[in-house]
């Protein structure tokens, strides 16, 4: 029975369908339950969460990375099914607290102060989420000490700042400076991304890494962890 | 079915009405004065016994007549000119039907080029870095070969964007002659593909074994007139005003056939036309005119193209020079003037004045194909690999080719902006509008794979190296290897025995015929 509604939540996250609502690809599971309600099945039938995760969720995604990698997916594909495992981790994640089992990290994003484009930062996100990781989202146009703010109360472990507009990327060094004023730039990675910036700008600015986009961003993530 | 080729529901136009009016009435003028020279004795006559005015040319070292052709001809002949003209195939589902007044486009190979261009890839490092290392294409040259046409119309056949096959280059096998080059290469293509083939013709002797040939594979005369599978282009009229001997003899006997012809000529603006473009167009129109004129006075009904490839001089060596934009005006020009008469047009884009693929060649041939095909001309010879003009063929252009025809061809649907789909989109924005993400990748997903986004460029590479070649070389290879759809072996072999001339490695059942 398990491995029944393990085997259908993969195939749902293959899919891209958070709900019964979302089409998906193979249009024959049009209506039927999708990764939300099958993980919440699965609760209910004491399945633990971290075998949700193990062999559902995150097999899953390993089969939409290799299908994204052979160009038979393409991003809007990668996102559904990260959207979708995203929505599965945020039910299972009290439950996970609770057994003392970590996430891979938390993750704040935000896209900095006089910039409002956000289409990469709200893509990365998604994607990190459905990697796996505890993200919190805080905006566009997010003031200085905001960030900073937020970065004392929650100490996420990871900081990401997007910038688009050359006017505005020069915000990034700022929130980095003032991370270290506060003490506690030693506490959280700092990542950049946006069309302005680059892997000599991040140097630049001292932070951690340029990632070009959200793929890259799980990789440079997985670094850290190996580290 | 027929293929649906590309309607253009709002063809690109140069010339306003009058403009077009004022073609027509030079054109009608020229016809008289100052007239064709004619060097064919039997169009003369014809002509002279319709009532065109008709005089011998003293002092000519060949016989040559002065012909006069009145506006009466050529409206009769305009009135009986058909407007709807279908170009059969040995497939069904690749019938063309082209009508006069309606600017559905069908993209189409040719033309017949002298030279082959191979192509091979080698492997190129560094001096600086030899970690670094870049392959490139190098193009060789050599003469056309009969194995190459049946290479050519086989990867044309799987080519999807292209919709009928003019042969691509000059068979030039040491065992090919005058007298059985035209079987041959009508063998080579219409056994290649199943799409229509139109050639011209090297020899009249050659005319009726074609037809025959034709004959046999559709299965009757009556079923070639009904599914006329193959059909024939003639450039009757030399540039100024000259209808050459042997090729309107061409044309007259064919027409007499009743097998779709298209009645082409090529003035250069600058050397056999006006370089203004008032000039060549009233030149051109005369020319195309006449030939049309011709026809009918022949065998009334006879299917006609009002054929157009005029080109302007290149001013450094005078050759043609196709890449030029006036080229595109030139085009975009006749095809209203066909439309005007309400007669099928075969227009020309794709011609580059470069010798091998690559910016130069990418950049002439997009131009004019983008803009001669959105003037809607019913038989667009779009050049499907042709380089330095007429001159050299190469398949690797033609897969290169392919995917600026898919995109042009995806430009040109119809777009779809209805009450139900601004309902379904209105609902979206509104859905969108109420997320904190404001963003619509989830309604992409649907029509993602129904056909509705373009598909990237099919040759883009990874990183900053330009993989273009590579890959295109890649599908060209997997285009190779894809299966003929050759003629059954009972029709080849009746073939091969009533045919003469035709060469018998061109039979693939060698050895197997049941005869």
Redesign the interface.
């Known amino acids: 029975m398990s491995e029944d509604i393990l085997d259908i939540i993969k195939e749902n996250v293959i899919q891209?369908r958070k709900t019964r609502d979302?089409?998906?690809?193979d249009e024959r599971l049009s209506g039927t339950p999708g990764v939300l309600e099958l993980t919440e099945t699965a609760l209910s039938s004491d399945i633990s969460p971290e075998l949700i995760i193990k062999q559902a969720l995150t097999s899953g995604m390993e089969v939409v990375g290799e299908k994204f990698s052979t160009k038979e997916y393409?991003?809007?594909?990668m996102?559904?099914s990260a959207?979708a495992v995203g929505a599965a981790m945020d039910i299972l994640k009290p439950l996970l607290e609770k057994t003392n089992v970590e996430t891979k990290g938390k993750f704040v994003i935000a896209t900095v102060k006089g910039d409002i484009h956000?289409?990469g930062k709200?893509?990365v996100?998604?994607l990190l989420k459905g990697a796996g990781y505890q993200v919190n989202?805080i905006g566009i146009n997010v003031p200085e000490d905001r960030i900073i703010n937020v970065v004392r109360e929650e100490q996420p472990d990871y900081l990401g700042l997007s910038a688009l507009l050359t006017t505005t990327m020069t915000s990034m060094e700022s929130v980095i400076k003032a991370l270290k004023e506060n003490n506690l730039r030693n506490k959280v990675k700092v990542l950049i991304g946006g069309a302005a910036v680059s892997d000599e700008y991040a140097k630049e600015i001292g932070a951690d890494a340029f990632c070009t986009d959200g793929f890259q961003a799980i990789k440079v993530l997985e670094g850290f962890e190996k580290n | 079915m027929p293929r649906e080729g590309i309607l253009i529901n709002k063809p690109i136009e140069r010339l306003s009405g009058e403009q077009i009016r004022l073609i027509h009435d030079a054109s009608i003028e020229i016809l008289t004065n100052p007239g064709l020279l004619c060097f064919n004795k039997k169009a003369a006559e014809i002509f002279q016994s319709h009532g065109a005015g008709v005089a011998g040319v003293t002092g000519s070292d060949t016989p040559c007549w002065h012909v006069k052709i009145p506006e009466k001809l050529v409206s009769d002949a305009l009135d009986s000119a058909p407007r709807m003209v279908t170009l059969g195939a040995r497939n069904p589902d690749n019938v063309l039907i082209m009508k006069g007044d309606e600017p559905r486009v069908f993209f189409i190979t040719g033309s017949e080029t002298n030279i082959w261009l191979d192509v091979d890839f080698s492997t190129y490092v560094n001096k600086a870095d030899p970690t670094k290392e870049v392959k490139l294409p190098e193009f060789q040259p050599r003469r056309g070969m009969v194995a190459d046409l049946c290479d050519s119309a086989h990867v044309c056949e799987h080519l999807e964007t292209i919709d009928g096959y003019i042969r691509t280059v000059n068979i030039q096998d040491k065992d090919i002659t005058e007298d059985n080059k035209d079987v041959n290469k009508f063998f080579a293509c219409l056994n290649n593909t199943t799409k229509h083939v139109m050639s011209g013709l090297t020899s009249l002797k050659q005319l009726d074994n074609v037809i025959k040939m034709a004959e046999i594979i559709a299965g009757g005369s009556t079923k070639l007139k009904e599914n006329p599978l193959i059909s024939f282009i003639t450039c009757l009229v030399k540039s100024p005003l000259q209808f050459v001997d042997d090729t309107t003899e061409t044309f007259m006997e064919v027409c007499k056939r009743g097998l779709p012809i298209v009645v082409s000529s090529s003035p250069q603006a600058g050397t056999s036309a006006p370089i203004k473009e008032a000039g060549i167009m009233a030149q051109i129109n005369a020319e195309v005119l006449a030939g049309i004129t011709l026809g009918q006075l022949v065998n009334k009904g006879t299917p006609v193209l009002y054929g157009s490839v005029p080109v302007r001089a290149r001013m450094d060596t005078l050759g043609d020079s196709y890449g030029s934009v006036e080229t595109s005006q030139y085009h975009v020009d006749c095809t209203q003037m066909a439309r005007f008469y309400n007669l099928p047009n075969y227009s020309t884009s794709g011609v580059c004045d470069t010798k091998t693929p690559g910016q130069q060649s990418s950049i002439e041939r997009l131009f004019s194909d983008i803009v001669v095909a959105l003037s809607g001309p019913q038989f667009l010879h779009c050049a499907f690999g042709l380089l330095d003009c007429n001159s050299v063929f190469c398949l690797l252009q033609a897969v290169l080719d392919d995917a600026h025809f898919q995109m042009i061809k995806f430009f040109l649907k119809s777009p779809r902006i209805d009450e139900q789909e601004l309902d379904t989109v209105k609902k979206q924005i509104r859905e969108v509008v109420a997320t904190p993400q404001k963003m619509f990748i989830n309604y992409i997903r649907p029509v993602m794979r129904s056909g509705e986004i373009s598909p990237p460029y099919p040759f883009e590479g990874d990183g900053e190296s330009d993989s273009v070649f590579a890959l295109a070389n890649e599908r060209l290879q997997a285009l190779r290897a894809k299966p003929v759809e050759h003629i059954d072996p009972d029709t080849t072999a009746r073939i091969f025995r009533e045919i003469p001339g035709l060469l018998p490695r061109l039979n693939v059942y060698k050895g197997e015929s049941k005869s």
């Open positions: 891209g979302d089409m998906g690809i393409f991003i809007p594909d996102l559904a959207d956000d289409i709200n893509i996100a998604i989202d």
